[in-house]
């Protein structure tokens, strides 16, 4: 109960005009998200000031893509990389992240694991073996100071233990700075949108990355009719999973006017900019 009340005086404080945005200076500081095109996957890299936190790896295949991407803007070291769930598309780069040139100051993971096929090891505690890194489980109530915002973990509230559930112990994320706010689900599915809604953690946002690359196991009106988003982004790619994005996640965005972007459909990924309260999202 303490935890559930400090969350929502949180949020409640994020509503209120308190400028999370400000950095020490005072002045406001732009929030970035930029959703790497990594196929059917997450690789998400978010920056405000001079705090930089990539939030999953994708495959182990993409990778080279990832590097790249992020060699390309201008990233040679990272104040975190948090990884939302156990699942491959999310987590196989880590070991080869690791192993490059840039600078990994931070793991951080959910504090909850559904263990597959008897396996009782996280692939994120296998991935650090041997560096000298120590992943830090976050769970609902934990934040992360951003540098000019903040970055507060709003679920998961509890474990899923069956296998088939890993996706509901996913990390759920809302990044606020810039005087505007972003929602990162992981692959977030009904069960843990239900928890949270009833909850009342579910806060309205500027920005959401739907979850579960936009399947039909997730997303449905109530959180949408929460969050009221101006903007969606949905990373998948539809050669690897045809089943995606989802007709009817597609129909509840539009039916509600809001835009939808996808990864597969840019080189790069999709870029979020919020500045002064002013958000720009684009296809680079």
């Known amino acids: 109960m303490r935890i559930l009340l400090v969350l929502l005086a949180l949020v409640s404080m994020a509503y209120s005009g308190i400028a999370f945005g400000a950095g020490a200076d005072g002045a406001e500081k732009p929030l970035t998200l930029l959703s790497v095109n990594v196929r059917k ?38 104040t975190g990389v948090i990884l939302t769930h156990s699942h491959s598309d999310h987590t196989g780069g880590l070991k080869k992240l690791i192993q490059s040139d840039i600078v990994i100051e931070n793991v951080y993971m959910s504090a909850y694991y559904a263990a597959k ?15 000298g890194l120590q992943p830090v489980p976050l769970k609902a109530g934990d934040r992360l100071t951003l540098d000019g915002g903040e970055l507060l973990v709003l679920g998961p509230l509890a474990e899923m233990k069956a296998p088939d559930e890993e996706n509901s112990n996913s990390l759920v994320l809302l990044a606020r700075g810039g005087g505007g706010s972003i929602l990162l689900t992981g692959d977030m599915e009904f069960p843990e949108e239900e928890s949270l809604l009833n909850a009342g953690l579910i806060p309205r946002a500027d920005v959401i990355k739907i979850g579960n690359h936009g399947e039909g196991d997730a997303t449905g009106e109530r959180l949408i009719a929460a969050v009221s988003p101006s903007f969606a982004i949905i990373s998948t790619n539809s050669e690897d999973e045809p089943d995606t994005p989802d007709p009817r996640v597609l129909r509840l965005l539009k039916n509600r006017g809001i835009t939808v972007l996808e990864t597969e459909r840019a080189p790069n990924g999709v870029l979020v900019t919020i500045s002064d309260g002013s958000i720009r999202c684009e296809l680079k």
């Open 41 to 78: 996957g997450d690789a998400h890299l978010l920056r405000c000031g001079e705090s930089v936190y990539l939030i999953d790896t994708g495959k182990k295949k993409e990778f080279d893509t990832l590097y790249r991407v992020l060699r390309e803007n201008g990233v040679g070291r990272l």
């Open 117 to 131: 096929n008897g396996d009782k090891e996280h692939p994120v505690v296998k991935a650090l073996k041997n560096t």
